[in-house]
């Protein structure tokens, strides 16, 4: 089946560092989503992106709707212990069911 | 509200056996799906409904059957589990299905399904 492709897969990084992961997709979407997910719990949205170009922040992660609208990154800037979890991205299409991407697990050490 | 809740939490069936995974919620949303969750995989959809008396296929709907009766709940049976079906399962609700730009699918907290 269709899955997105996110990368990377892993990051270990220092408290206070900055974020980058992002998702490519050999397909169009019209929605982008950036979810948490925390051990034992289901995935939590932390951003929405509906057009093309656009980018949106929320606290200190920021993301942005690729402009061929085949791919999204994340950025988290100042790393702090609670960012700890595996980010997901998906996307989607009108009324459509969500597509993952495989998951970036985020380890930092304080 | 207590959002999307999921029954059990962890289960543990033998090769063969059936059961049915709930998921209940109370948001008056009329989209709801299951996703499996594997290792380095992310979320499969594996069936979804659109309303009461909807349903339809996902990416991974073999082994899977599901119903909606009424609004609020939308459960997962296993006819016959097979080992292949170890994973954990996520149910999820929201508004519109994404029809409206503002809308959210909300998670449940998940089920752990180890298949003997």
């Known amino acids: 089946g269709q899955q997105l492709n996110q990368s990377p897969q892993s990051m270990f990084i220092q408290e206070g560092e900055d974020v980058s992961m992002n998702c490519t997709s050999s397909s169009i979407f019209n929605t982008w989503l950036w979810y948490k997910q925390e051990p034992g719990e289901g995935p939590v949205l932390l951003i929405a992106?509906?057009?093309?170009?656009e980018l949106t922040s929320n606290g200190r992660l920021t993301a942005q709707f690729g402009i061929t609208r085949k791919d999204s990154f994340l950025n988290i800037s100042a790393s702090i212990p609670s960012d700890v979890g595996i980010y997901f991205c998906?996307?989607?299409?009108?009324?459509?069911?969500?597509?993952f991407g495989q998951g970036t697990r985020l380890t930092i050490n304080p | 509200n207590a959002g999307v809740t999921q029954t059990p939490k962890f289960q543990v069936l033998k090769t063969g056996q059936s059961m049915t995974l709930q998921c209940a919620q109370d948001?008056?949303?009329?989209?709801m799906s299951w996703y499996r969750q594997d290792p380095g995989m992310g979320l499969r959809l594996i069936h979804y409904s659109v309303g009461a008396g909807i349903t339809d296929q996902g990416e991974v709907p073999n082994g899977y059957n599901v119903s909606r009766s009424t609004t609020e709940d939308f459960p997962l049976r296993l006819l016959s589990a097979a080992p292949s079906q170890t994973s954990v399962y996520f149910c999820?609700?929201?508004?519109?299905?994404?029809?409206?730009?503002?809308?959210?699918?909300?998670f449940g907290p998940g089920t752990r399904l180890t298949v003997l």
């Open positions: 948001m008056n949303h009329e989209y």
């Open positions: 998906a996307g989607q299409r009108g009324a459509q069911k969500l597509v």
């Open positions: 999820a609700s929201s508004y519109s299905g994404g029809r409206a730009s503002t809308d959210t699918q909300y």
């Open positions: 992106l509906y057009k093309a170009g």
